[in-house]
């Protein structure tokens, strides 16, 4: 398991807001896109209750002229993105020795978070959602096919579908009720208004860094060096749109009006501590086909991070309660790793782009306490969620906020989080 | 139906290539990016056997200045798309004033197509592909539910999915054989190997112009604005890898290896006389829900375009025996008009962006003569298509190439044509 002097949970840093802070500990620094007060969109890499503001730190020279080449300055992080692994290991190294108790202290290249806006760290080109939570699965599959909750291709390929790149926005932004066509079983036949079952999808992101050319793979042991980081992402759904429309070409407008992502990139040597072996297989279950087989994945191909979701309701807000968790789960859980994924992804010579985002699909917990969502909570709405308020909740109401949390936990390292993924409910247009 | 002076079938150009061409004659002035020998790309549009150069045009000030300002000269067409149809059209209308017999000639603003490479005409930020063609769609539920070809949602809701943007590519580009996950229904088990039944999708592209925002639908009397033009579109389909992916989530590697367009794109104004009524619906037919229902897009939303599909294979190139036509078919057999299309993908809030593509999904007729796809064709690879060389094809082999070509034809016009929509299969990489 790879770890460096960036890992030492000794390491303390000069800005004392970072020291024991719950997600940007010295041992993070994670890259994103932020505006100052009254500035346009520069790169940023959080700290504490603060950021770094890299076209500040370029400017200082500060860092050796070598690595200072390295600090990305463009609107977007695209073309970071786009250069792999060596320069974001090299520039995440010297911000941490920058930022290191042990240095002088820059105050002057930071700004408080909360006087900052937080955009999508890198332009969009295209996302896909996976289908790799085998407990979501497995838990949506009892709802409705009792019988044979798994289809037959489950543990042999990874299930996904293309999703809709330009509906994706940082936490914050508010989601607006979508309308669409909806038909419940006893209706004769479908209306159009706002959806009765707005739901949450809790989700890890992976971004995507190094293209490949169309018509080449990215082999399995090739995999890690395109993976540029990690978010997460709560992929909205309309349930009663969903149920009408997906037959027989998947999920369509019942995703497409909201995706909504933590704004931070948290990279993969931020998160070296805390990988781990894919959890093992049933016996009975397939081995993966040999282009999604690699032994070095299958020892650390996956993420110990607990995942957690809150639910935070206008009435809640009012009297001043605190969001109400409802699930617990953690990534650990995926059937496939995210190595395996990206593989499968390519596998056909389907070229991904630097900045292209997978969803993981949503991460359920195989116990009661871990749904990844409401459907799986209320099962199916029949059986209600009720919150400190008294309220119930079968799906969601205007009004309500739903709030992702990700950590990552491994005793002898300094916990590390993602950020905020939040969005609260506002009411449909039409 | 609006028609004007562009038109008038008397009217001829002074390049003579252009009187009479089966794709581009001064009637249909589509525009487009190329690339002179050992220049950069910049827009154009096609006349006869040549490009007009928007570059020199606008260096030449041959146009007044209030066009002139108009024309674009950047490299992808999306922000001329974004403009929506007035800049559009009053630039036609002067490049159809310029290029008349009756205008002095300016063959020093030309380029010989042959000389030149075709591009994409914009950046392709998201692609949707539909399920509108109502005889594919009918066909293919025959092959697989015989007693219920069409599913119930069919005759309510537009059918589309997510598709892959960063795989398209201009006619012209090579197809290479994906590999994937195939499973025949007597295998015990799924292999990893190419396609052995790759597949072309007969379609048609629809270019968006002006984007809507976020939580914004755009109503269907107003989705003819948001349409910058069309072009034939080749959905190359792995049959094998489909079936055996596409449950729960719907198609996702066997589409996303390559989609194939025509790189012209043809403009509203120059299909508007081959504009007609909506193809009157079975009584037992349900009328479309309100917010898809215009009595004007019912009297001129469908298009009459006579869609074909030639193949050429290695043998039969060898030979110099011509392409054989295997299709024809129309647009007008689209159960949905490209506006409803439209209207629906926003209507849950999903924003559109200028470049964006949505394909209408395979265009079959509602005979023999008219399939989309082998996969009707051949009747799921049950019965043979024979070729004049004695050559049998169930589905494509390495070497075919796959021509498809739309001609708007109408009394009294002149017909118009989309330019080539090609592309040869090279054998797989792997």
């Known amino acids: 398991m790879p770890t460096d002097q960036t890992h030492n949970p000794a390491l303390q840093s000069w800005l004392p807001s970072a020291n024991a802070h719950p997600s940007f500990p010295i041992q993070n620094l994670p890259f994103g896109i932020f505006s100052p007060p009254n500035a346009t969109p ?30 990305p300055l463009a609107p977007t992080l695209n073309d970071f993105l786009a250069q792999g692994p060596t320069p974001r290991t090299l520039l995440r190294q010297a911000v941490s020795h920058l930022l290191a108790a042990s240095s002088p202290p820059h105050p002057e290249l930071l700004h408080p978070a909360t006087a900052c806006t937080l955009h999508l760290p890198a332009h969009i080109p295209n996302y896909t959602d996976f289908y790799a939570g085998i407990h979501h699965a497995l838990a949506v599959g009892r709802l409705f096919r009792p019988d044979a909750p798994l289809l037959p291709n489950y543990k042999w390929i990874p299930i996904g579908y293309h999703g ?17 066509q909806r038909k419940l079983p006893h209706e004769q036949q479908p209306t159009f208004g706002p ?16 293209p490949n050319p169309l018509g080449r793979p990215i082999l399995i042991a090739e995999a ?11 992929d909205w759904s309309a349930r009663d749109l969903q149920s009408w429309e997906y037959q027989p070409l998947g999920p369509f407008l019942a995703k497409s009006f909201h995706t909504t992502i933590s704004p931070w990139i948290i990279t993969p040597e931020a998160l070296a501590p805390f990988r781990q072996p894919q959890p093992s297989r049933d016996p009975t279950d397939p081995q ?44 650990h859980h995926l059937y496939w790793t995210p190595q395996q994924l990206l593989t499968h992804h390519t596998s056909n010579g389907c070229n991904l782009l ?34 400190p308020t008294g309220e119930q909740r079968f799906y969601l109401e205007d009004g309500d906020e739903i709030l992702l949390r990700a950590t990552a936990h491994r005793p002898g390292f300094t916990p590390i989080g993602f950020g905020d993924c939040r969005a609260l409910i506002h009411p449909a247009q039409n």
């Open 224 to 234: 890690h060096n395109h993976i540029a980081g990690f978010c997460l992402l709560n």
């Open 195 to 210: 959806t009765r079952a707005l739901d949450f999808e809790l989700e890890l992101g992976i971004w995507i860094g190094p």
């Open 288 to 331: 993966p086909l040999p282009y999604l087989a690699d032994p070095e994945d299958q020892a650390t191909g996956a993420l110990n991070l607990i995942l957690e979701v809150f639910l935070l309701t206008h009435s809640m807000r009012t009297q001043n309660i605190a969001p109400y968790p409802i699930t617990q789960s953690n990534a």
């Open 164 to 180: 809709r790149a330009s509906s994706i926005r940082p936490s914050g932004t508010p989601v607006t009720r979508p309308a669409g």
């Open 42 to 71: 520069r790169p940023g890499i959080a700290i504490g209750d603060h950021i770094l503001d890299l076209t500040l730190l370029q400017a200082s020279n500060l860092l050796p002229a070598a690595i200072n080449s390295l600090i």
């Open 354 to 387: 630097p900045g292209d985002l997978l969803g993981t699909g949503t991460i359920s917990a195989p116990n009661a306490t871990g749904p990844g969502s409401l459907l799986e909570l209320t099962q199916a709405a029949t059986q209600p969620l009720t919150l």
